[in-house]
């Protein structure tokens, strides 16, 4: 009887400990969202603020855009053809790989291809914006900027939004026109679709609808990923170490959030805009 005693209260221990822990991470990750709700606010605020750094916007585009255009144009490439490869051959089976462009166009435009580079952007850049202005806290870099007079919001992180709020769409269109030439080349060669048809089918599903949800998911993109780079940059702690955490935590929250967002915005938008479609 003693041992079944001590068995039971070492499981009620374990379980304990396991609510506690539950209890503990919940607590952390509510304060976690609430501090990047506020520092979220922070930065819109400081963008309809005064002293516009035209300087460091015009930079993080060129670091952002063109940085990341040759990431975004090899993913889109591969998963356009893809794509192409797997709704050929689906299509084909009930004669319908004529209708190979009109899917191309929808499952691109509408999905991969705002999805797909808002995912390579928060890998590649989020990271970067992360780890930069960590070590700057790291240095007490930031601390300087605030003994001048300058806040760093204001000029760390509003060029930072600008421009992926600027370079994400237009990425993203990038990325749809190299994979629908993907899906272009399996569906001449692999699948010995006429040229003309292809284009014609692609042409006929690049109506508005699918275009205005393909321009709005990687702009919603982008304000997610500019908030949680620079709110994990801003309140990283622990020196080197806690950077390295921070970026790792960055990439991470933005791809998740980017997943979410893309469930809802779609649900949401193809509700209000089925009709154009």
């Not at 585009?61 to 975004?72: A, D, F, K, T």
């Amino acid at each position: 009887m003693p041992v079944v005693g001590g068995y039971h209260c070492q499981k009620t221990e374990r379980t304990t400990a396991i609510l506690s822990a539950l209890n503990n991470w919940l607590k952390h990750m509510a304060r976690e969202y609430q501090a990047l709700f506020f520092f979220s606010l922070r930065m819109l605020r400081a963008v309809f603020s005064r002293t516009f750094y035209v300087t460091e916007t015009m930079e993080q585009m060129y670091l952002i855009g063109v940085g990341s255009l040759y990431l975004v144009l090899l993913a889109g490439a591969f998963a356009g053809q893809g794509f192409a490869i797997a709704f050929a051959n689906e299509l084909a089976d009930f004669g319908a790989k004529n209708y190979l462009g009109r899917i191309m166009s929808i499952a691109i435009v509408r999905e991969l291809g705002p999805t797909l580079t808002g995912l390579m952007v928060a890998a590649r850049v989020s990271a970067g914006i992360t780890a930069e202005i960590g070590a700057m806290k790291s240095s007490n870099q930031l601390d300087a900027m605030l003994a001048f007079g300058i806040d760093p919001v204001r000029k760390l992180a509003v060029p930072r939004l600008l421009a992926l709020v600027l370079m994400v769409p237009a990425l993203t269109i990038a990325c749809d026109a190299i994979a629908i030439i993907g899906g272009w080349l399996i569906a001449a060669v692999v699948a010995k679709m006429s040229v003309t048809i292809y284009w014609a089918s692609v042409k006929e599903r690049l109506v508005f609808g699918n275009i205005f949800m393909g321009l709005l998911k990687p702009f919603i993109f982008s304000f997610f990923i500019a908030f949680i780079a620079c709110y994990k940059g801003f309140s990283a702690e622990g020196g080197t170490k806690g950077v390295g955490r921070a970026t790792t935590e960055s990439v991470v929250m933005s791809s998740i959030m980017i997943l979410i967002v893309n469930f809802f915005l779609t649900k949401l938008v193809h509700g209000a805009i089925k009709g154009y479609l």
